[in-house]
């Protein structure tokens, strides 16, 4: 996602057109379809009329700017609404801010708990499919299916019974 495709996504977030965003930064709508297109870029001045007609951040907007790793780097929209309401309740309800800790806090252990029993069924289901593969296999050697030997030769008894009476395979 680039600045584009965040300047789009802040501009329907506010419930505007792109006639209606270029009006308020002074540039018209095809201006604003270019911006989101990518065709072109705004200047700066425009740039920070965006910022503040979109009512988001510099950091929304050039996060992709910046090479971090893509889980670090891509915070969207809501991320950002959700952290703008957080830093209202830490500056002007503390005790709201102790309440939304808790229940991250709390979620979150839910949240990493969830992700390592899925991480484990996900073992299990690899090792149980090898386990299947070892089956199939092994299906040629039916011969060693001590309670049934339709079709197994006399050198097949043969071998199935030595290795039956060998001690050292029973230790």
């Known amino acids: ?5 965040r300047i789009k996504e802040a501009r329907e977030n506010q419930g505007l057109t792109q ?21 072109s870029h705004p200047k700066e001045p425009i740039m920070y009329k965006l910022i503040e007609a979109l009512k988001v951040d510099a950091n929304y907007l050039f996060q992709d700017c910046v ?11 809501a991320e950002y609404e959700h952290i703008k309401k957080y830093r209202l309740i830490s500056t002007h309800s503390p005790d709201g801010s102790v309440v939304v800790d808790t229940v991250l806090d709390r979620e979150y252990a839910i949240a990493e708990k969830l992700r390592e029993q ?3 069924i996900q073992e299990k289901d690899s090792r149980i499919a ?4 070892t089956l199939t296999d092994m299906s ?8 049934h030997d339709n079709g197994v030769t ?9 290795i039956m ?3 050292n395979e029973w230790e």
Do not use: F, W
Request: glycine fraction near 8%.
């Open 19 to 39: 006639t209606e965003l270029g009006k308020i930064v002074g540039v018209t709508g095809s201006a604003i379809t270019n911006y989101e297109n990518e065709t």
């Open 130 to 133: 090898e386990l299947e593969n």
């Open 154 to 162: 006399e050198e097949q008894k043969a071998a199935v019974d030595k």
């Open 165 to 167: 009476m060998d001690d």
């Open 1 to 5: 996602m680039g600045i584009g495709y």
């Open 140 to 147: 040629d050697y039916s011969y060693l299916n001590a309670a």
């Open 118 to 120: 899925s991480e484990q």
């Open 67 to 77: 090479k971090l790793p893509k889980e670090a780097n891509d915070v969207t929209l």
